[in-house]
């Protein structure tokens, strides 16, 4: 089991910069492939990145490659997600989530086993 706590989201112009951090209890973390997921006003929630137990691989959404880093450190158990250049249409909640097993990549929501709260994200035009 483990509990996932998002943190960093908040109102930023476009073109600007946000940091999410996710921390999660537990002393297994490294044992979890970590993903991040968002879901804007009347959309279903959308896979946005994944990140390998020892965070030496990386999967990234189309809508988000170039612009977004997801990193992770596991000593922090603490998995991160560096957002530039945002755009309007990355608002959304963005929701930090954690998938144990050994298949590598997931990028679906029936793939993660444990869920954070979430974190608003809106970007203003």
């Known amino acids: 089991q483990v509990q996932l706590v998002e943190s960093g989201g908040g109102l930023v112009q476009a073109g600007g910069s946000l940091r999410l951090s996710c921390a999660a209890s537990?002393?297994?973390?490294?044992?979890?492939?970590m993903g991040w997921f968002r879901q804007g006003p009347g959309k279903e929630r959308e896979f946005v990145a994944t990140?390998?137990?020892?965070?030496?691989?990386?999967v990234y959404a189309d809508s988000v490659k170039g612009r977004y880093s997801i990193s992770r450190d596991n000593a922090k158990n603490t998995v991160y997600l560096q957002m530039n250049s945002l755009k309007p249409e990355d608002t959304a909640v963005y929701y930090c989530?954690?998938?144990?097993?050994?298949?590598?990549?997931?990028?679906?929501?029936?793939?993660?086993?444990?869920w954070g709260q979430g974190t608003q994200v809106t970007v203003s035009s």
């Open positions: 537990g002393r297994t973390f490294s044992s979890y492939v």
């Open positions: 990140i390998s137990w020892s965070g030496g691989s990386t």
């Open positions: 989530a954690a998938a144990n097993g050994g298949t590598w990549p997931r990028r679906d929501t029936y793939e993660y086993q444990f």
